[in-house]
């Protein structure tokens, strides 16, 4: 589920609809979490679909660490790359604002740990990154968890709507995590290796 402050939005005709915020969403609150309405498909699904259902599950869909395609039931389907997005996830399925989000700025995430079943080309952003490969996730990890960690004793201190729909396990790590009594999963737990998905 989307944080409530979130609408959708035109954005262009290369990016088409994106999620943009209704009020200022502040470092460090999430945006995002799996909830029990998102749709979990098995790895072999899109073999399994007809090609007009299967290309609109590879486009709104991504893939966690099993291989499964998690198809978001509200807005969050829309979330558009970015190489400085200001949305990174966790590795226990939310998402955290890396930087304060502006009224009428799009959250946008980094495709690079969606698992992707094969290389994209985003709009030029002028950045040192020009693809998202499947396998970014191995390259970038380190840099994620050294954004994402300093961000966890701040999520306790702001209000958070989507708080509640996290798991007691993960609520529990959270307060351990911000507490220093445990280190944070890193990101790379959520890599895919696509070869074992018919094991």
Not at 173 to 188: C, F, L, Q, R, V
Request: hydrophobic content about 35%; charged content about 30%.
């Amino acid at each position: 589920m989307m944080h409530p402050d979130t609408k959708l939005k035109w954005i262009s005709d290369q990016k088409g609809f994106g999620v943009v915020a209704t009020a200022l969403i502040p470092k460090g609150t999430i945006t995002w979490v799996q909830d029990e309405l998102d749709s979990v498909f098995p790895p072999e699904t899109p073999d399994r679909l007809k090609p007009i259902t299967r290309d609109h599950l590879e486009k709104y869909s991504f893939r966690n660490n099993k291989g499964e395609h998690i198809l978001c039931w509200d807005i969050a389907k829309y979330m558009n790359h970015s190489f400085s997005s200001n949305c990174l996830s966790t590795a226990q399925n939310f998402e955290i604002a890396v930087r304060d989000i502006q009224i009428d700025e799009e959250l946008t995430d980094d495709y690079g740990y969606l698992n992707l079943s094969e290389a994209f080309m985003p709009e030029d952003e002028d950045a040192e990154r020009k693809t998202v490969f499947p396998d970014d996730i191995l390259t970038y990890y380190k840099q994620w968890d050294k954004t994402l960690e300093p961000l966890f004793p701040v999520i306790e201190t702001l209000d958070q709507p989507l708080f509640e729909l996290l798991s007691e396990k993960v609520k529990d790590d959270i307060h351990e995590i911000a507490n220093g009594k445990k280190k944070m999963p890193s990101t790379k737990n959520l890599y895919f290796e696509p070869e074992k998905s018919r094991i």
